[in-house]
């Protein structure tokens, strides 16, 4: 009996030996297929590209500050709402910045028409200049008539003298009276009223107080949405406090930090594919490299690592590189600042440069407001009113 079953044990295992030698050459061939598809891929496809999942949604925070002083009594906008460049903000007291803006307007006026009384004087003075020589031309004819008579004995020395002394009086009034004339003109030759430095000092005065009374409504800069709200009604606050921030979500862009060993071809306006971790990998973003980075992140952190103190390892560094995104695909998907992204930048064509151009000259400002100049106009406008005002009744009588 053992014999016997000992025969078909010894024919199995060769059968089974062979089975397993079959699978693990078709597992091998498989494993090579594997690498040699992958790389295939690798050269053909992912060598041209550039990922990491080390990126940010950045935009701009614009602070709104007070430029004078006050107390806060309105707040017209809060966290998340979104708002329009001058929509009005936030209101300050206006009481003290009336008062003031009242005096200048005020002082104004009256220098307006102290001026004005100034070109009106000359007419005056050279009225008085006329009689003054009038007066003169009779003192020397009267003077004239006496000495003529004084062989006769008409006439006393003392008369002739005391005409001499008219004469003398005539003379120097007329020479005070063109003196006179003189000086008005030289306070008021060559420049309009409206031109005139007195009338200059006063209006910047009450530009002065129109733009403080302005500047207690703080209006937004720029259109988008409240972040941080930190003032409250009834608040003092300082020029320069921070109140709130807007961001405008319509202007956002990514920062995606690379490792330095992925930044040999990365070039300026190559292509970029990103994916939201908000909306999923469903959702692509396109947009463009627009920049590196000057220095690695550490290099401009708070607190730089000291690499020549004590012990030292390196570590790969990474470069923060700007990314612009399309502003349609934005609008449809909008994304909050600090959101995670996917980052895939195609390297394919390096032939362009990593840093901006030498020569180029932004001949704009990248970012502007012009909400404050409404205000500047405004006190334009008051000043020429007042000073319209305060000389047209002068100029009527002319």
């Known amino acids: 009996m053992n014999a016997s079953t000992s025969i078909p044990e010894k024919t199995q295992a060769p059968r089974k030996n062979g089975k397993r030698r079959v699978f693990l050459i078709a597992f ?6 594997l690498l040699v598809a992958y790389g295939i891929w690798w050269f053909v496809f992912a060598r041209h590209f550039e990922s990491t999942d080390d990126a940010y949604v950045s935009g701009n925070v614009v602070q709104v500050t007070p430029q004078i002083g006050g107390t806060v009594i309105a707040i017209h906008a809060d966290d998340t709402e979104r708002v329009e460049a001058g929509k009005p903000l936030v209101e300050l007291d206006p009481s003290d910045a009336k008062v003031a803006l009242a005096q200048a307007e005020a002082q104004l006026a009256q220098t307006v028409r102290e001026v004005r009384t100034l070109f009106v004087n000359t007419g005056a003075l050279n009225a008085n200049i006329a009689l003054r020589s009038t007066d003169l031309a009779r003192a020397r004819e009267d003077l004239a008539r006496r000495t003529r008579l004084v062989g006769t004995g008409a006439v006393s020395g003392e008369e002739i003298e005391h005409a001499r002394n008219a004469v003398k009086a005539a003379e120097s009034a007329l020479t005070a009276a063109r003196e006179q004339l003189a000086s008005n003109q030289a306070l008021t030759s060559t420049t309009p009223v409206a031109q005139n430095p007195n009338v200059l000092r006063a209006a910047a005065q009450v530009r002065a107080a129109y733009l403080a009374y302005a ?15 930190s003032v409250q009604v009834g608040q003092r606050v300082a020029p320069g406090t921070p109140l709130l921030s807007i961001v405008p979500l319509n202007a956002l862009w990514v920062d995606a930090n690379f490792k330095e060993v992925q930044l040999a071809h990365m070039r300026m306006d190559q292509p970029v594919t990103l994916h939201s971790d908000l909306y999923g990998s469903d959702a692509v973003y396109h947009g463009k490299v627009v920049g590196l980075a000057a220095g690695t992140g550490a290099a401009f952190a ?38 995670s992204m996917q980052v895939k930048v195609d390297i394919a064509h390096d032939e362009g440069t990593s840093l901006s151009a030498a020569g180029a000259v932004r001949t704009a400002p990248a970012y502007e407001t012009r909400v404050f100049e409404a205000a500047d106009r405004e006190a334009d406008q008051e000043i020429e009113r007042i000073i319209a005002d305060n000389s047209a009744a002068v100029v009527a009588r002319q």
């Open 215 to 229: 500047r207690t409504t703080l209006p937004a800069p720029i259109s988008g949405y409240v972040a941080r709200r």
């Open 28 to 33: 091998t061939l498989l494993i090579l297929a």
């Open 302 to 339: 708070l607190l730089p690592t000291q690499n020549a103190s004590g012990n030292w390892i390196k570590v790969v560094q990474r470069v923060p590189v700007r990314i612009a995104l399309d502003p349609k695909e934005l609008a449809e998907r909008p994304l909050r600042i600090g959101l």
